[in-house]
C-alpha cells in the first residue's frame, strides 16, 4: 500500500507521518551509519531524552525500514564485532526530508493558530 493517496495535495500533505521512532531513526541514520547500540544511544541524544527505544522497538523498526529499502545493511570493517550496521538510502532520506517538512508546516500552522487566539 502506498503511503500516499490520490488527493491533489502534495505528496508531503499526503504523506503517512512516520511514527516518533522511526524518524528519529532515520534522522540518526541522516548523520552516518551505525550499528543498533549506537542508533539507540544517538537516538536518545537527538530525541534529548524523550525517545529511548528498547531493542524490539529498534530491531522492528529497522527490519520494516529494511523491506521498504528507506536503510539498507552494509558491513562496516571498522568494528570488532560482527555487528550488523545500517545506513540511509537515497529512498530513505527523501523519506525523512518529507516527513521534516510535514512537521515544519505542522508547527507553522500550530504556532499561526496560537498567535491569532492571542490578539
Known amino acids: 500500500m502506498s503511503p500516499y493517496d490520490m488527493s491533489s495535495d ?3 500533505a499526503r504523506a503517512k507521518p512516520l ?3 522511526v524518524f ?9 551509519p551505525q550499528h543498533g547500540y ?3 544511544k544517538d537516538v536518545a541524544e537527538l530525541s534529548e531524552g524523550r525517545v529511548r ?3 524490539g522497538t529498534l530491531y522492528g523498526a ?3 525500514l529494511l523491506e521498504d529499502e528507506w536503510i539498507e545493511r552494509f558491513d562496516a570493517s571498522d568494528t570488532s564485532r560482527d555487528k550488523q550496521s ?3 538510502t537515497g529512498l530513505g532520506r527523501t523519506r525523512l526530508r518529507d516527513e521534516t517538512e510535514r512537521l515544519r508546516h505542522v508547527a507553522r500552522t500550530a504556532a ?3 498567535k491569532s487566539k492571542e490578539a
Do not use: D, K, N
Open 62 to 64: 529497522l527490519a520494516r
Open 24 to 32: 528519529w531513526i532515520l534522522l540518526s541514520l541522516a548523520g552516518a
Open 112 to 114: 499561526a493558530r496560537l
Open 19 to 21: 511514527s516518533e521512532a
Open 38 to 40: 549506537a542508533l539507540m
Open 10 to 12: 502534495p505528496p508531503t
Open 86 to 88: 545500517y545506513r540511509l
Open 53 to 55: 527505544l528498547t531493542t
